[in-house]
């Protein structure tokens, strides 16, 4: 059974920079889409960025563009978003998930996903 494990998070001050990685367990990611996602309390989680499964297509929200990569290991069955120039907004849990589509959308949504992350949270704060 898949399982999605997420690291890196953690507190940083504006402008700071935080990697976070996706683990998967159980099963390849190799042929899967992987999206990064994020929810703060009382408000609907939202896509960040998203990547194919061979990498040619990766997708980002207009909130994230040029501060955020996204980026896979499929030998390490990893997914990473590299996060730079941090800003208070982006205070939120991250979670990971993987679609059962090799192709991702344009707003990363995953209706059908096949396993979801338990989610790191990110503060960032002075």
């Known amino acids: 059974q898949l399982q999605l494990v997420e690291s890196g998070g953690g507190l940083v001050q504006p402008g700071g920079s935080l990697r976070l990685s996706c683990a998967a367990y159980?099963?390849?990611?190799?042929?899967?889409?992987v999206g990064w996602f994020r929810q703060v309390p009382g408000k609907e989680r939202e896509g960040v960025a998203c990547i194919s499964s061979s990498s040619v297509t990766t997708n980002y929200a207009d909130f994230v563009k040029g501060r955020f990569t996204i980026s896979r290991d499929n030998a390490k069955n990893t997914v990473y978003l590299q996060m730079n120039s941090l800003e208070s907004e982006d205070t939120a849990v991250y979670y990971c998930a993987v679609d059962r589509y090799a192709t991702v959308k344009g707003t990363c949504a995953m209706p059908a996903a096949l396993a979801w992350g338990q989610g790191t949270q990110v503060t960032v704060s002075s």
């Open positions: 159980g099963s390849t990611l190799e042929f899967n889409g």
